[in-house]
């Protein structure tokens, strides 16, 4: 099992920053990649960003690259997604997930460990 817990989301001007993190527990050593997902009312969950654990290689949704900045600190267990230049059609409860397999890192369906979500609002 590994457990996550997202911080940071909040409410932000258009063009503001916010750093969300996702603190990981349990049996992390299993973890092959972590990602971040977004989901918007009346839509379906989206992918954000990956990061591959033993490599720190990242891969991004086209909507925020160059943008968003996904890393990792392995000695904390936490995932980062540094979001810049935010827009309103960033608003969304971001959700860190964690998967086991390996496969294609932007698969909803593919991540096993969800955390709880974390609300970010953009503003005009």
């Known amino acids: 099992q590994v457990q996550l817990v997202e911080s940071g989301g909040g409410l932000v001007e258009a063009g503001g920053s916010l750093r ?6 349990g049996h992390t050593f299993s973890t092959y990649a972590m990602g971040w997902f977004r989901q918007a009312p009346g839509k379906e969950r989206e992918f ?3 990061i591959k654990w033993s490599d720190g290689s990242t891969y991004y949704a086209d909507s925020v690259k160059g943008r968003f900045t996904i890393s990792r600190d392995n000695a904390k267990n936490t995932v980062y997604l540094q979001m810049n230049s935010l827009k309103p059609e960033d608003t969304a409860v971001y959700y860190c997930a964690a998967r ?5 890192l ?3 369906h593919e991540y096993d460990y969800w955390g709880q979500g974390t609300q970010v609002n953009v503003s005009l």
């Open 20 to 25: 969300l993190s996702c603190v990981t527990s």
């Open 48 to 50: 954000v960003a990956a």
């Open 100 to 104: 086991i397999h390996i496969g294609v």
């Open 106 to 108: 932007n698969a909803v």
